[in-house]
């Protein structure tokens, strides 16, 4: 098992571009999650799926869409990248909704000249 | 107040040493309390969940004490392998989902 993949590793953007960070999982685990790690400010969720289908807003979702595209899979999108976006993002994802161990991938590093 | 609260550090100590962590969080309605270990450039990974009745697994030592919303992490025998951000990670339930919220993270140096 490869746990959760992230595409890609890194990337340099520039003001307004657009790009779609990829995230897939093979646990068979039905939520999925987009946190950003700041320093200084901790990680904090972006967005959530708690399910195949179903997407909801975290504490940070402005700027952002995502896409549960089935139940491996689930992206995060930047339509206009912003030098406040340049972060690192990480997907997670949990077997279940309750006190369940989230697995993290290894991130993308993200900067927006 | 924020969420999750934790002493960034850095803690440098020796190798041998026994080290504790402090954490408060600010939400009285948390159900579920972790400990994750970050190392550096790398992802999130849990180290152990943290039960009221407190909990080991070998040189670490969680313990929660809901009354004064306040978690710790006990390692001793510290090694150099130690040397990581330690995150204090709470659980808000909202309905039927519970999202993690995550302390900044305590950075532990064990020097030889």
């Known amino acids: 098992n490869a746990g959760v993949t992230q595409t890609p590793k890194f990337q340099v953007l520039k003001t307004g571009q657009s790009m779609t960070l990829q995230c897939a999982q093979d646990?068979?685990?039905?939520?999925m999650y987009w946190y950003r790690q700041d320093p200084g400010m901790g990680l904090r969720l972006i967005y959530y799926?708690?399910?195949?289908?179903?997407?909801d807003k975290g504490e940070v979702p402005n700027g952002y869409n995502v896409s549960r595209l089935n139940k491996r899979e689930f992206s995060l999108r930047l339509e206009s990248a912003a030098p406040s976006q340049t972060s690192v993002y990480f997907c997670?994802?949990?077997?279940?909704?309750?006190?369940?161990?989230?697995?993290f991938g290894p991130g993308t590093r993200l900067l927006v000249l | 107040r924020k969420e999750v609260e934790q002493d960034p550090g850095p803690f440098n100590v020796p190798e041998g040493a026994t080290v504790a962590f402090n954490c408060t969080y600010s939400?009285?309605?948390?159900?579920?309390f972790f400990w994750y270990r970050q190392d550096c450039r790398k992802e999130p990974k849990l180290l152990m969940s943290?039960?009221?009745s407190g909990n080991e697994d070998g040189r670490f030592t969680a313990q929660l004490n809901r009354a004064s919303q306040y978690i710790s992490l006990l390692i001793r025998d510290s090694k150099l392998s130690d040397s990581a951000t330690y995150l204090c990670?709470?659980?808000?339930?909202?309905?039927?989902?519970?999202?993690?919220?995550f302390g900044k993270g305590t950075k532990l140096s064990v020097k030889p």
């Open positions: 943290v039960y009221s």
């Open positions: 939400n009285s309605a948390s159900q579920s």
């Open positions: 990670v709470v659980m808000n339930y909202g309905g039927s989902q519970g999202n993690l919220i």
């Open positions: 799926s708690a399910s195949e289908g179903t997407t």
């Open positions: 997670a994802s949990e077997l279940g909704t309750v006190q369940e161990t989230q697995y």
């Open positions: 646990m068979n685990h039905n939520s």
